[in-house]
């Protein structure tokens, strides 16, 4: 495994300075200010906002769209979920359970939100290596036809390798055709992208009528969220997460490209603790030597004895603040074109 110590550092990124994407206001206050924990691809310091008129949290200024090659280097953990798989670990309990339980999840959702559709046509936004879309491709309920969008050729490259016609390049420069998903799944996408109001006015563009979209983004309305709210929440990500939402900016932004909220979840996940974590032993001079030992985020999905631990503890700890307080900092929405 390649050690994320060994990524050159570059300051001097180029920075944009940019307005609130929702109601356009340049009125804005700090809200914290950090650097790259996560991968150390830069040593620049990054300030998030919240707009004084709406609301909305978001990075600015920030780098500018020629930078993305930067920001998302080779071993960026994504790229290789379905690396973390063997043939050996594919046969063991734990593989066969939790593999179980995601297509029982996107069996159950798929009916739910397009009873009618015995064959569907899906598009995978940031789909890296296909990970998400050879879990729906797997559906019992539904016969599934799998399309991706990714920046990445190292992601692209897998995707078509796992039998997926996938597209090279950011989703609001692909020409793609008017109305022609069921399905549109963007997990995690939507905080990294430059104009977040133009990304759901695309996808409500490629739907069909009735077409579903489905969206996860971390939820900065979240407890956790507040706690380490001074640069070390997790999901912050700098300098790759440009927009934070909760529930009523993401809503707002979508009903107002004319797509209609189906449904709202927080899903308990052990992702965002153990990026908190990292971030917390990262930016801890005394502690941050252990963040790649104790919290690595490349290999996190490998199955052995350390990560299977770690991801049962840190689901629990969600699964508890999501009894506490029915929210996480997972937060996913449903959208439907008229």
């Known amino acids: 495994m390649r050690n994320l110590a060994e990524n050159q550092v570059k300051s001097g990124l180029k920075m944009v300075d940019v307005n609130c994407n929702y109601c356009g206001s340049s009125s804005r206050s700090l809200v914290t200010a950090g650097t790259d924990l996560d991968y150390g691809i830069t040593d620049d310091v990054f300030n998030v906002c919240k707009c004084h008129d709406c609301g909305l949290v978001y990075m600015s200024p920030r780098p500018d769209i020629s ?7 080779p071993h960026y953990a ?25 297509r029982l999840f996107v069996d159950f959702w798929l009916e739910r939100l397009l009873p009618n559709k015995k064959s569907i046509s899906v598009l995978d936004i940031g789909c890296a290596d296909g990970h998400a879309l ?12 799998t399309f991706g969008v990714d920046i990445s050729e190292i992601g692209i490259e897998k995707a078509r390798a796992n039998g997926h016609t996938a597209y090279l390049g950011r989703f609001e420069d692909i020409d793609l055709p008017h109305a022609s ?6 997990g995690h996408v939507i905080e990294h992208v430059s104009d977040p109001a133009a990304f759901i006015a695309k996808i409500n563009d490629v739907l069909k009528p009735g077409g579903v979209c489905i969206l996860f983004t971390p939820n900065i309305g979240s407890i956790d969220a507040k706690i380490f ?29 004319g797509l209609t909220v189906s449904a709202v979840a927080y899903i308990p996940t052990g992702s965002t603790w ?36 770690s991801n049962f503890i840190f689901t629990a700890m969600d699964l508890a603040v999501w009894c506490l307080t029915l929210q996480t900092s997972n937060m996913g929405i449903a959208l439907r074109k008229p």
Request: hydrophobic share 35%; aromatic share 18%; net charge positive.
């Open 67 to 73: 930078e993305l090659p930067k920001l998302y280097p």
């Open 78 to 102: 994504p790229y290789s979920v379905e690396d973390d798989y063997d043939a050996s670990s594919k046969q063991t309990f734990y593989y066969k359970l939790l593999y179980t339980s995601i």
């Open 134 to 145: 050879n879990c729906m491709r797997h559906s019992e309920k539904k016969k599934v036809e």
């Open 181 to 186: 998903f069921d399905l549109v799944y963007a």
């Open 229 to 257: 709210q001074d640069r070390l929440w997790g999901p912050y990500c700098l300098p790759r997460h440009w927009y934070f939402f909760d529930r009523n900016s993401l809503e707002k932004l979508a009903t107002r490209a």
């Open 274 to 309: 153990l990026y908190t974590m990292h971030s917390v032993f990262k930016g801890t001079p005394r502690l941050a030597h252990l963040a790649e030992k104790w919290f690595p985020l490349q290999g996190s999905m490998k199955i052995n004895a350390f990560n299977i631990v």
